[in-house]
Every structure is written in structure tokens, then in C-alpha cells.
């Protein structure tokens, strides 16, 4: 078991938060004296707050930026593919 104040701002983290949950990436986005501000990136993209002493079940890895990148590729064009754009000429 982990918590999430192994975690450092401004990265990107494969994590499993429960033993039979799935892998989740997350990104977190910034840090209090006792709090993460994290985002993770499902189906919406969903925010939250979590005490540094809250637990996780495995840090699969931090991405590297070059990770980051490749996937921001990929997400943003799977993005791109749900909007829709008003034609109301």
C-alpha cells in the first residue's frame, strides 16, 4: 500500500487505487500543506481533492514526458472525435 503523498505535482501517475480496480491515470495538479489537488483522466475527466495519508493500492509508474506527450496526442484526438460542432445557418 502507497499514499498519495509520494505523489509530486505537475505529474502524470498510473495508479490502481483499490486491489480489483482498474489502472487509472492521473495527473496531479497541485499540492497543499495536507491535501493533492488530482485529476484523473476517465470517461469525463473528473476532479478531486485527497489527503496526503489517503491510500493507494500500487503506483504502477510516474509517465515520462515523452509518455505524456504521445498520449496527449491520443487523448486529444479522441476528444476531438465527440465534438460537435453547431451548424445552425
Known sequence: MYTY???EAGCYYLVK???DSNITLIKV???SD???FIQKF???TDTEWKLKKD???DIVECLTDRAVKEWEIYYKSSEDAYTEEDDDD
Open 34 to 36: 495536507h491535501c493533492l
Open 29 to 31: 495538479a497541485m499540492e
Open 17 to 19: 487505487e483499490k486491489e
Open 5 to 7: 503523498e509520494l505523489l
Open 42 to 44: 476517465e470517461d469525463p
Open 55 to 57: 491510500s493507494l493500492h
